[in-house]
């Protein structure tokens, strides 16, 4: 069984940071990409950030320039890097991550994390 547990959300004034955490652990014989989703109220889940294995990473328009995701392999860990927080930007981020659990695995397996939230005060 593979879990994905979040960490680093809270409450921030707009224009400051925070950073996100999402460790993977269990079963887990490779990782093929790892990313962040949000929810706001109301609102559907968005893509935030991704980010491949190899290294290759892709963002929302909202978030270019401002958001950094980083993954450190060893640890299995993504990280969410957020600059310049905006009111709009409060959200319940999930992290999610397609895992190869093992070697005997067809493919990549989704999973996600219990979500933690973001609040940015005006």
């Known amino acids: 069984q593979v879990q994905l547990v979040e960490s680093g959300g809270g409450l921030v004034q707009a224009g400051g940071s925070l950073r996100l955490s999402c460790a993977a652990s269990g079963t887990i014989f490779s990782i093929n990409a790892m990313g962040w989703y949000r929810q706001a109220p109301g609102k559907q889940r968005e893509l935030v950030a991704f980010i491949i294995r190899a290294g290759t990473t892709n963002y929302a328009d909202s978030v270019k320039g401002r958001f950094t995701i980083s993954m450190d392999n060893a640890k299995n860990t993504v990280y969410l890097q957020m600059n310049s927080l905006k009111p709009e930007d409060t959200a319940v981020y999930y992290c999610?991550?397609?895992?190869?659990?093992?070697?005997?695995?067809?493919?990549?397996?989704?999973?996600w994390g219990q979500g933690t939230q973001v609040t940015v005060s005006s």
């Open positions: 999610n991550g397609a895992i190869i659990p093992s070697a005997l695995s067809r493919g990549p397996v989704d999973y």
